[in-house]
Nanobody, 122 residues
């Protein structure tokens, strides 16, 4: 199982920006599919964005496309999620996830981080 450590969560106002980071081991970076999910308490976890660290083309769900951007720092084995034009609906616990190999949509992720909270106020 891959160790994932998220950071960067916090509070922002509507229209603001935050950047989340997910750091893993250099031994478990290349060839992995990395993704961000989020979950609001009482609701099911939902996917946000994913990328195959090969490198690959990022994919974003409709609700965040155009506002969120994935970027990878290969030297630090870190995946960043830059979030712009934040909305209150973006408030959630954000989780980083990893699976070895191609991205199979948002399925079959074996490793998860502890989560980092994001709160967007009006």
């Amino acid at each position: 199982q891959v160790q994932l450590v998220e950071s960067g969560g916090g509070s922002a106002q509507t229209g603001g920006s935050l950047t989340l980071s997910c750091t893993t081991s250099p031994y478990t970076w290349n060839g992995y599919c990395m993704a961000w999910f989020r979950r609001v308490e009482g609701k099911e976890r939902e996917p946000v964005a994913r990328i195959w660290i090969a490198p690959g083309t990022p994919y974003y769900v409709d609700s965040v496309r155009g506002r969120f951007t994935l970027s990878q720092d290969d030297a630090k084995s870190t995946l960043h999620l830059q979030m712009h034009n934040l909305k209150p609906d973006d408030s959630a616990m954000y989780y980083c996830a990893a699976r070895y190999g191609y991205c199979n949509g948002f399925k079959d992720f074996q490793s998860w981080g502890q989560g980092t909270p994001v709160t967007v106020s009006t």
